[in-house]
């Protein structure tokens, strides 16, 4: 296991994730009942911008950088902006003062409410005690969250489906291991067979958008329920060796999704693509039944 996240934490990929994971939380939290989170692959939850992993890659001064130079990036993202200046109280508008970003895991346990759940995979030893001292740290140690040191594509098969049944999994795989889409088409639709009314959001990285539409329409043929793509290209994805756009599969979306999500991509677009050719869709892969 090679993949360190500290590299990548607040790049364009994460952005786009992070965006739409607040709205699937606003979306859930508009019913009181409780929820159940779960997070397969859920790095350290919380990352040092200022940090030799970050600063050496840079990457994310061409993500969450580049969003909160924009001065509308408030209004625009009024969620995600809320978010980051929570954990960055010296953040200011045009982006001065971000100093940490926030993994999925700081997202979701800054959304509980007193009845909700929340289950933390993550499988790098290491990582898995940096998550738990760093939601310790951010949170206080609380019951309602469980971080487990285990592999987050079986964890799917023994958690799922989790208690309460109202919820949402975010699958985000490391993709290091050669057939690592072959292995997640495996664990997405043994999530959906396990735990059909539950939101699922898998993240893929796009390198060659041609190999992506066909793992793609093999993966609707087998879903059962309406899932959307949401995509973002900050360049033509053309090349198999480098990454130039990511999405996320949404599995029973909230209601009026694309409507809400149409001016934030937007706006994502207008901060981040970087050449020609680079874009955002919001597609609906398999309609409603
Ligand atoms: C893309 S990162 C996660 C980022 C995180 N979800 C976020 O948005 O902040 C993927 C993480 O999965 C971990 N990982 C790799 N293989 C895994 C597996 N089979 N089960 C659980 N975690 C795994 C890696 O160590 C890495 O921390």
Same mark, same amino acid.
């Given at each position: 296991?090679?993949?360190?996240?500290?590299?990548?934490?607040?790049?364009?990929?994460?952005?786009?994730?992070?965006?739409?994971?607040?709205?699937?939380?606003?979306?859930?939290?508009?019913?009181?009942?409780?929820?159940?989170?779960?997070?397969?692959?859920?790095?350290?939850?919380?990352?040092?911008?200022?940090?030799?992993?970050?600063?050496?890659?840079?990457?994310?001064?061409?993500?969450?950088?580049?969003?909160?130079?924009?001065?509308?990036?408030?209004?625009?993202?009024?969620?995600?902006?809320?978010?980051?200046?929570?954990?960055?109280?010296?953040?200011?508008?045009?982006?001065?003062?971000?100093?940490?970003?926030?993994?999925?895991?700081?997202?979701?346990?800054?959304?509980?409410?007193?009845?909700?759940?929340?289950? @933390?995979? #993550?499988?790098?030893?290491?990582?898995? &005690?940096? %998550? +738990?001292?760093? $939601?310790?740290? !951010?949170? *206080?140690?609380?019951?309602?969250?469980?971080?487990?040191?285990?592999?987050?594509?079986?964890?799917?098969?023994?958690?799922?489906?989790?208690?309460?049944?109202?919820?949402?999994?975010?699958?985000?795989?490391?993709?290091?291991?050669?057939?690592?889409?072959?292995?997640?088409?495996?664990?997405?639709?043994?999530?959906?067979?396990?735990?059909?009314?539950?939101?699922?959001?898998?993240?893929?990285?796009?390198?060659?958008?041609?190999?992506?539409?066909?793992?793609?329409?093999?993966?609707?043929?087998?879903?059962?329920?309406?899932?959307?793509?949401?995509?973002?290209?900050?360049?033509?994805?053309?090349?198999?060796?480098?990454?130039?756009?990511?999405?996320?599969?949404?599995?029973?979306?909230?209601?009026? @999704?694309? #409507?809400?999500?149409?001016?934030?991509? &937007?706006? %994502? +677009?207008?901060? $981040?693509?970087? !050449?020609? *050719?680079?874009?955002?869709?919001?597609?609906?892969?398999?309609?409603?039944?």
């Amino acid at each position: 296991m090679n993949y360190r996240h500290a590299f990548h934490a607040g790049n364009f990929g994460d952005v786009l994730k992070h965006v739409v994971l607040l709205e699937l939380l606003d979306a859930l939290h508009r019913k009181p009942s409780p929820v159940h989170l779960l997070d397969t692959h859920a790095g350290i939850g919380l990352y040092d911008l200022a940090g030799d992993e970050a600063q050496r890659s840079g990457e994310y001064r061409f993500g969450v950088g580049a969003v909160l130079a924009d001065m509308a990036a408030e209004k625009q993202l009024p969620r995600y902006v809320a978010a980051l200046k929570r954990l960055n109280p010296e953040l200011k508008p045009g982006g001065s003062g971000l100093r940490r970003y926030p993994g999925s895991p700081w997202l979701l346990a800054d959304s509980l409410r007193p009845d909700d759940r929340l289950t @933390l995979c #993550e499988l790098h030893p290491q990582d898995a &005690e940096a %998550l +738990k001292r760093n $939601l310790a740290a !951010e949170f *206080g140690r609380d019951s309602a969250v469980a971080v487990h040191h285990r592999d987050g594509f079986e964890a799917i098969k023994a958690l799922m489906p989790p208690t309460p049944r109202r919820g949402l999994a975010l699958i985000d795989p490391a993709f290091e291991a050669k057939d690592e889409f072959e292995i997640l088409s495996k664990a997405v639709l043994a999530a959906q067979q396990r735990w059909a009314t539950g939101q699922l959001a898998v993240w893929y990285p796009i390198k060659d958008q041609k190999s992506i539409e066909s793992w793609k329409s093999a993966l609707a043929k087998a879903l059962k329920s309406e899932t959307l793509c949401i995509e973002l290209t900050v360049r033509p994805a053309k090349d198999a060796r480098q990454m130039s756009g990511s999405g996320l599969l949404v599995i029973n979306p909230p209601w009026q @999704l694309k #409507e809400t999500l149409a001016p934030m991509l &937007e706006f %994502l +677009k207008s901060r $981040l693509i970087r !050449e020609t *050719g680079g874009g955002t869709r919001i597609t609906t892969l398999v309609k409603a039944g």
